[in-house]
């Protein structure tokens, strides 16, 4: 499986989207895309991830390339997805959205698929989003959870606003407060620091924190 990953990381280093495209279609036919997403795409993200933090070795082009790269897999899963558990009922309502002076979107992106083909209501607010703004937009739509994403320990740690945000409004415990991204892996205790209810270690495994945060809220 190292060989897989190692093989997959290469196109993202040489920006070749049809080669990995190519090379993720093939290996899912005898796997899945979802497989293929845990297995291979998200650890190659993470070490892409790692190296664009530590500045080594990789570009803006690069990063561009595996960014789609990235979009174009988690598609064909979301289609998968929606063809395969078609929600009659909206499962919960959540705000998404990359904290301020953050613009590392693929992982809130890939956030927002799975929890909209899990039948969540997501509404996504982009990147460089303040904590006020978070908590304005949770409010206006009714939403149990905030999920804030970052790359970055820097910008990380301004996630702990949204925390000071809800807590200033009487909002902890009925707003839930979800965080995510590289950083998040590398260092757990970064949760507990910046004030959140909980983390994911990928995509996937967001519903499930998304859906126990909201059983939370409901008690």
Partial sequence: ??????EFYQFFIEANK???????DNWAKEHSYEEALTSIVEPTLEKFGEKWANEDDVNLAQG????????AILLKIAEERKESNIQHNITGIAVLGNIEDDYHALGRKMVNNFLSSAGWEVYDLGNDILAEEFVDKALEVNASVIGASAMMYTNATN???IRNELDNRGLSGKIMFAVGGTIFNLRPGLVDEVGADGTAPNAIEAVELFNKLQQKVRG
Avoid: D, F, R, T
Wanted: hydrophobic fraction near 45%.
């Fill in 1 to 6: 499986m190292e060989n897989v990953k190692e």
């Fill in 18 to 24: 049809s080669g990995a495209l190519e090379y993720i």
């Fill in 64 to 71: 561009y390339i595996a960014a789609k790269i990235s979009e």
């Fill in 159 to 161: 996630m702990v606003k």
